[in-house]
């Protein structure tokens, strides 16, 4: 124990002084980071507690502790009238103590909580915030993904214990909020009063049970082992004047020997890290049916689960034709087959163009061209 109590002595007096809720409350953040992020602890059961509890609690608890530092009863020093609350500090004939910090600003209301109403709210909370930062990242990064999720909320959390900690700090101890842990476990042991009728009690247990199952399905799905659908998402893109890659713009005609710039992108979501190989070719085709097919590029690459790959490259079609079809035919691993074909691939794209015959020479100028196009 004397080593434990050495090791606390050393640490810094801001933390040693930090509330123990708001202790565990960055202890989970900590442990729970570690869980997402180490490869060694991702495929662990011990991850989906961790996360449920973060996910679900610490996050909003954090929100709580920064807007509401006050303990139950505990209220500005000061007479007040026609409150009908009971203060443990009115009666003390003290002048209002002023906010020394700048962070004292939010909290002009000077409500307090029981630690039974930090939890509700604290839920409440959280499941209000997550849903709003996965809107943030799904239109900044395009995707939710659980590492940079658990990154934002963990920074939210953090800053919000940090405003907690200042907060409560600035009060005088007899108003600040102390979690009454051991009341929680006698509470916890208790039978159920006898003034608490049967059917209130079980309406209280179902809404707890409601409230608990509704909200892990969206943990779970956020933190839980990531065994959903895998894929991997191609498409063609073009780049503007300013340089910003669009879907659309595409060239619809090529003369013979013209060539256009497209860029090729593909988004790994395989959940592990895979090679592509991507085969572009051109293919005339007639009724349906491919009729004639070269192979214009071929190009590689390797993605961790998770990344995006945009490749700019020309294309020159040389079939001619009103019907030819562009197609960027992509195989995972370099698993590629001798005749590569939009059947035969893992995942492909393509573009319907129209292509120029060759210039005839003059003497075969009209006819010579009509016929070609008969062919």
Not at 60 to 73: D, E, K, Q
Not at 84 to 90: L, N, P, Y
Not at 113 to 127: H, K
Request: proline letters at 7%.
């Amino acid at each position: 124990m004397s080593g434990v109590g050495t090791l606390w002595q050393i640490l810094p007096r801001p933390i040693r002084e930090l509330p123990a809720d708001l202790v565990g409350t960055c202890m989970t953040v900590v442990a729970t980071t570690l869980a997402v992020f180490l490869p060694i602890l991702e495929e662990t059961p011990v991850r989906v507690p961790l996360g449920l509890a973060f996910v679900l609690f610490v996050p909003g608890y954090a929100l709580v502790s920064a807007l509401f530092p006050r303990g139950r009863g505990a209220r500005r020093s000061g007479p007040r009238s026609g409150s009908g609350i009971e203060s443990e500090s009115e009666d003390d004939g003290e002048e209002p103590r002023p906010d020394d910090s700048l962070l004292s600003w939010p909290l002009s209301l000077e409500a307090s909580l029981t630690g039974g109403e930090r939890c509700v709210l604290a839920v409440a909370l959280s499941v209000s915030v997550v849903p709003l930062v996965g809107l943030v990242l799904y239109f900044g990064l395009g995707t939710v993904a659980a590492q940079p999720l658990v990154g934002a909320l963990s920074a939210i959390t953090l800053v919000a214990t940090l405003i907690g900690a200042k907060r409560r700090h600035a009060l005088p101890p007899a108003e600040r909020f102390q979690p009454p842990v051991e009341r929680w476990i006698t509470a916890v042991r208790a039978p159920v009063s006898a003034a608490e009728s049967r059917p209130a009690a079980a309406i209280h247990i179902s809404v707890a049970i409601v409230l608990l199952l509704a909200v892990s399905s969206i943990g779970y799905a956020v933190v839980g082992p990531q065994t959903g659908e895998q894929f991997s998402e191609v498409s063609i893109l073009t780049e503007t004047n300013n340089g910003e890659l669009v879907a659309g713009n595409y060239p619809t005609s090529f003369d013979d020997g013209e060539s256009h710039e497209l860029v090729f992108t593909v988004e790994n979501r395989e959940r592990r890290t895979v090679g592509y190989t991507v085969v572009v070719v051109e293919q005339g085709v007639e009724n349906d049916s491919v009729v004639e097919q070269r192979e214009l590029k071929r190009f590689e690459t390797e993605l961790e689960h998770g990344r995006t790959w945009n490749h700019a490259h020309d294309v020159q079609p040389s079939v001619s034709g009103e019907t030819v079809r562009l197609a960027w035919l992509v195989y995972l691993d370099g698993d590629v087959p001798e005749s590569p074909s939009l059947e035969n691939a893992d995942y492909s794209t393509h573009r319907w163009v129209e292509v120029s015959a060759p210039a005839e020479p003059e003497e075969g100028d009209g006819g010579g061209t009509e016929a070609d196009e008969d062919r």
